[in-house]
């Protein structure tokens, strides 16, 4: 019995110490929060349009207990952002705050942080900003910063064009859901535009697509995550960020122009189409980072010039059958995301889809693998293909009708120049990349000029010799 006693006394006392040092709470000045920042950013954000989640800690390493008598938004519901304190919203019903939070010894909370700003009435970003004030019983006040810049967007959900339309206007134009352009209909976007898609959103085309951008004033069809995945990485130089481009068996006369569309799934897909009549001319657009291929085409009349089709997780160029045209054009796989990336071209023929011509020229097909440039075929399907004064990384092939003037990259030579060696910027830790040829790259100087082509664009025979104005690869020096 005594034992038994001596035993529950000693708990007992060991208990209340243990209470007495977990319920000190201090008054003093001296006594501090620490926090694992002292500003949460949310880069630049849509008006009107929820944010991701960002979220920090509060410890209290003081070595005492401390209460906060409140946590609250200085500006109150001003400015539109939201936040949780350790399980407790801030809302209008409790005024914005929390009270008599306390915080123990070696102890944290955390905290969560959303914005949905208002608009202001700008054609430029606007900066917003609040602090998240932590007053202690001690009465010391402590900050953290809230802040973002707030871009006033037009918001469209699901839009229908059964009539043609014109998308232009200062404010970018942010897209939930699918744009449907009906047969029938001409959807236009606007040079300098830049139009951006929620997560699934896309444009699928029944009727026609066009758009109008320069070389002043491209048009950009992207995601529109605005914020960063990681410091270093902005969600828009991530793949699968929206759908792409559908053009359906319906849609005939397309075309895209000084564009650039990146982060995709499936930058441009394009449905099988008779081929007396073209599908989508492609000139001078960059369909970059795809989580799918850059643009497939199954059994269609497509014409591509001075494009670039780069890093993607399938194809860059997928095509089955049909009528192409690849003029001055870049395709480079330097897919980072997944080793097992697809080929920069492929190019293939049934008896369903015969590919009636491919014929690429003044190009180079380049990327990681030592062969980038994949063709097959069934064997009764007609299969006509011709490559001319091009750079090709792809084991050499020996038959003069199909290859004119080409540089076979040899992936076993150390010292040549190819793959990533021909472009100004190929950095796969920072996924950053810029596809201008440097002025070592054996594809500068080599394209030929139409008239000195051995076909014509109807792929007959030519006999004219080069004449001087022989078209430059656009390049850059090293510096």
Sequence with gaps: M????????????????????????????????????DTVKMDTVFSRVPTSMRSFWVYNRSGDGIRCSSIRLAKGNQTGFRVNVDGTYLGQTAGFQTRDVEIRNKDSIRVFVELTSVENGMTEPQKIEDDLVFTLESGVEQKVNLNAFSWDAEILSDVVVSQDRVLDGEKPTVIYGMIRVEEGATLRIAAGKTVYFHNNGGLDVYGRLVTEGTAEKNVVLRGDRIDRMFDYLPYDMVSGQWQGIHFYESSYDNVIDYTDIHSTFTGITCDSAALDRQKLTLRNTIVHNCQGAGVTMRHCKVSMENCQLTNT?????????????????????????????????????????????????NSIVTGYAE?????????????????????????????TARFHQIVWEDVKDTAAVSGEKHFK???????????????????????????????????????????????????????
């Design 2 to 37: 005594k034992i038994r006693h001596i035993i529950l006394l000693i708990g007992a006392v060991l208990g209340m110490m243990a209470c007495s040092d977990d319920d000190s709470f201090t008054t003093s000045a001296s006594y501090r929060l620490t926090f694992s920042v």
């Design 313 to 361: 997780l399938g194809a860059c160029l997928d095509i089955l059958g049909g009528d192409i045209q690849l003029n001055h054009c870049t395709l480079a796989q330097f897919y980072p995301f997944d080793s097992n990336r697809g080929p920069a071209l492929s190019f293939a023929a049934d008896e369903k889809n015969p590919l009636e011509r491919l014929l690429c020229e």
């Design 425 to 479: 910027l190929i950095d796969i830790d920072q996924q950053r990349y810029d596809f201008h040829l440097l002025q070592r790259s054996t594809a500068v100087g080599i394209a030929l000029p139409t008239s000195a082509l051995p076909v014509d664009r109807e792929g007959m025979p030519r006999d004219e010799k080069p004449d001087a104005g022989c078209y430059e690869w656009k390049e850059e020096t090293t510096t």
């Design 371 to 399: 062969d980038v440039v994949m063709g097959s075929q069934t064997d009764s399907a007609t299969f006509e293909y011709q490559f001319v004064a091009s750079v090709l990384r792809t084991p050499e092939v020996d038959d």
